[in-house]
């Protein structure tokens, strides 16, 4: 046998040794027990290995302590293949027909007769800690993902973060960035504003003792309720060069602090919390908001199994809510002119057709309104089609601040726009459109505009978008500029 060396395979075994797949929950088990030690006599050959024996040193060559390989020798004869697995002081020797059985039975060997039973127990709360958060994780990110909106998604994530089944922080709120004021504002928030409601909700909490499910299924009838919750609604964090906020930007993980908050608006929050986490939401680097905790009301110092739990727990829900705001920006775009920031045609149509059958229903008026921007090819062929976009912006501009919130105003097509006034009256289609008409020859644009009204002009309110348009027409044959609507009514700008 050649004389053991360092801790380290020659290249033709190393090869093989990294070839062997080594199941996760037993090097799961082997980190959580070790550091062990490996002494190994090897065959002559990379052939002579048992998959179990290249099992073992590859765990020796992974980038953790959990295993290392001592020494390494050549044996002479196939017999003389041992391994020595050692931890501390006591040892096993494997010899060749041992390293032939399965690596699970060798590594329960190992844990049998190497381990403590006190490490043995640690190992245990590990591994249920570990699987308790896996199923908490995953059926937070499934709800998530299944969620109706956001809200209802970072509802999910907060339940997490303040439940018995993930971090316990007692309350915890988060903040949505808004990159255009370069602030954090208040989304949603879960937990007591103060020491009575603190109670309450303890009470309520020791006597339901609800399943992680059953209290996510809560959401419909607690959204927007509690006290805590509607304070968060009121608050925009700003960042301050020296305080907490700027501190935890710059950790990027969650951070605790022990000392009550200088920044202003964390401490009108906080109070009478002197300790919290910030934890600043940033997968893939982009910033999406931020989660504040604390133990306010309960008096319990924040501990760091605590806050692994909590990062455990943001880690892979902040990818969901990343996930559901991109999504939400792809269906925004979907549905918007990017040009003017209205409706598109597909997503006016749809509302349209959910508007006809309402009004059907209800025995309620809908007129709609089809807008042309006259000569506005002139435009683009004077003045170049960077003016014809800002003027298409104008008039969308326009249409947003005249129309009422539950109008739908969108861009058609083209130069076209087109308007819908669920619940309009004829009268209040004329006064809208001529007001709209008026305000844009104010500002030297001209628009012609056609008009009509179920169920006056038409019996069939999926007609009435194609009965507008014939007035639009009418309006440019009468000179441009002007509305017509269906009974010869003529306004001019």
Not at 187 to 192: D, E, F, K, L, Y
Not at 245 to 258: C, D, H, I, M, Q
Not at 278 to 296: E, F, M
Request: include cysteine; proline fraction near 5%; aromatic fraction near 4%.
């Amino acid at each position: 046998m050649t004389e053991p060396t360092t801790g380290v395979l020659p290249d033709v075994f190393a090869h093989a040794v990294r070839l062997a797949p080594v199941p996760l929950e037993v090097r799961t088990l082997l980190q959580h027990l070790g550091p062990w030690t490996l002494d190994v006599r090897l065959p002559s050959e990379p052939a002579g290995m048992s998959l179990a024996l290249r099992q073992l040193l590859k765990l020796a060559l992974l980038p953790t302590d959990a295993v290392q390989l001592a020494s390494v020798g050549v044996a002479d004869e196939p017999c003389d293949v041992a391994l020595t697995v050692s931890r501390g002081g006591p040892s096993i020797v494997l010899g060749l027909e041992e390293l032939g059985q399965e690596l699970r039975v060798l590594v329960r060997r190992l844990a049998a007769e190497l381990a403590e039973p006190t490490d043995l127990v640690e190992v245990s709360e590990a591994l249920a800690l570990a699987l308790a958060r896996e199923q908490t994780v995953r059926t937070l990110s499934s709800r998530m993902l299944q969620a109706e909106d956001l809200d209802e998604a970072l509802y999910a994530m907060l339940l997490g973060i303040t439940s018995g089944y993930g971090a316990s922080f007692h309350r915890a709120a988060l903040f949505a960035y808004d990159e255009a004021s370069r602030t954090f504002r208040g989304s949603i928030a879960i937990g007591p504003r103060d020491e009575r409601e603190a109670h309450r909700v303890w009470e309520a909490i020791e006597t339901e003792d609800k399943t992680l499910d059953q209290a996510l299924d809560d959401y419909k009838t607690l959204a927007g309720a509690g006290d805590f919750q509607q304070f968060v609604r009121t608050l925009a964090l700003a960042e301050a060069e020296g305080d907490e906020l700027s501190t935890a930007l710059a950790a990027g993980a969650p951070r605790v602090f022990r000392t009550p908050p200088r920044n202003r608006t964390l401490a009108l929050l906080l109070a009478p919390a002197t300790e919290y986490v910030l934890s600043v939401i940033q997968p893939r680097g982009t910033r999406l908001g931020l989660l504040v905790a604390d133990n306010a009301y309960g008096r319990q110092p924040i501990h760091g199994a605590q806050v692994e739990s909590l990062r455990a727990l943001v880690d892979p829900t902040s990818l969901v809510w990343d996930i559901r705001s991109l999504l939400r920006k792809v269906d925004a775009l979907a549905r918007h002119d990017p040009l003017t920031g209205l409706c598109n045609r597909r997503e006016f149509e749809e509302r349209l057709a959910i508007e006809h059958s309402r009004c059907a229903r209800v025995q309620r008026p809908i007129s709609i309104a089809v807008i042309d921007v006259d000569h506005f090819k002139q435009v683009n062929d004077t003045h170049g089609h960077a003016a014809g976009d800002v003027l298409l912006q104008r008039v969308g501009s326009l249409l947003r601040e005249t129309l009422r919130q539950h109008d739908v105003p969108s861009r058609y097509g083209g130069d076209e726009f087109a308007l819908m006034l669920p619940d309009g009256t004829k009268p209040e289609l004329i006064a809208v459109t001529a007001r709209i008409g008026s305000l844009a020859r104010a500002e030297g644009i001209s628009l012609s505009i056609g008009g009509a009204t179920w169920p006056g002009d038409c019996p069939d309110p999926a007609l009435l978008l194609g009965v507008a348009d014939a007035q639009l027409y009418a309006a440019k044959d009468a000179g441009r500029c002007c509305l017509c609507v269906v009974g010869g009514e003529r306004v001019q700008f």
